[in-house]
């Protein structure tokens, strides 16, 4: 499987994007645009730190990245708890330290 990510911040072209939401129903897209727009202040944080997208498989998956110690604020929790709410995979990738200078 190929893959392919972008931070929360933007896509590098515009096939990425393209290539990104047909992994998505209309109306799942839909569902989160109106998600995010229902309360633009309210929810500029919080959003899912990674999408991920399999153009092969059509998978698309939102995830909160937690490294040692880190937690879920409440703002992340509302997120993970709306995207499922409408349909949308969100997971949490906990990382975890192998040594004082690596992590995993």
């Known amino acids: 499987k190929q893959w392919y990510q972008r931070r929360v911040r933007g896509f590098t072209d515009l096939e990425q994007c393209q ?3 047909s992994c998505m129903l209309p109306s799942k897209l839909a ?10 202040r309210g929810r500029r944080s919080g959003i899912p730190d990674l999408s991920i997208w399999n153009k092969e ?7 909160e990245v937690k490294g040692p ?10 997120w993970l708890s709306r995207l499922d709410d409408i ?5 949490v990738c906990l990382v975890k330290s192998i040594s004082s200078k690596k992590i995993r």
């Open 87 to 91: 349909g949308i995979r969100a997971e």
């Open 31 to 40: 569902d989160l645009l109106e998600l995010y727009v229902e309360d633009i």
């Open 19 to 21: 290539r990104c939401i």
């Open 57 to 63: 498989t059509g998978d698309f998956v939102m995830v």
């Open 69 to 78: 110690g880190d937690s879920l604020s409440n703002k992340q929790k509302a």
